[in-house]
């Protein structure tokens, strides 16, 4: 959660009233999925925001194909809910989700290996394991000590 201040007089002097939200939340799947992004409301409990200000939801699936995409619902009758938020879905790391990493290739490089996943690489003691579990591999003169 990141606070947003409203430097408006109109909402009052009450500094309190002035508070919204930016709501971001990532993953770093295999699968691009944009659908959470609805779920992510500031009255939901593990939010509870007390506000009725505009806010903003982002959404980073970080680990996809690069897709950007907005909205903010103008007009939605009897859902103040959609009226006051924009919700963000930025997908994939490139400069495509990201434009300043067009200028800087190997921070975007950087990026991109934190969120994949690597394979893990196995230690001596798996190594071993898998040797001793191996059918037949007790049979040895190493096994039988």
Same mark, same amino acid.
């Given at each position: 959660?990141? =606070? ?22 990532? $993953? ?25 200000? +505009? ?10 194909? +690069? ?31 990201? =434009?300043?990493?067009?200028?800087? +290739? ?6 991109? &290996? ?12 798996? $190594? &071993? ?17």
């Amino acid at each position: 959660m990141i =606070p947003i201040y409203f430097d408006d007089p109109a909402l009052g002097s009450n500094d309190a009233d002035r508070m919204s939200q930016m709501f971001v939340s990532d $993953k770093a799947g295999k699968n691009c999925n944009e659908s959470p992004l609805a779920f992510i409301t500031h009255k939901d409990t593990s939010i509870e925001c007390l506000s009725d200000l +505009p806010y903003i939801a982002l959404l980073l699936d970080l680990n996809v194909d +690069p897709k950007l995409s907005n909205t903010f619902p103008t007009r939605v009758p009897n859902h103040p809910e959609s009226d006051r938020c924009l919700r963000i879905y930025a997908a994939g790391m490139s400069d495509t989700t990201f =434009p300043f990493l067009h200028e800087h +290739p190997e921070v975007a490089k950087l990026l991109h &290996r934190l969120v994949s996943r690597q394979q893990e690489v196995p230690s001596q003691s798996f $190594k &071993r394991l898998e040797a001793l579990v191996k059918f037949g591999s007790t049979a040895t003169l190493r096994h039988s000590r």
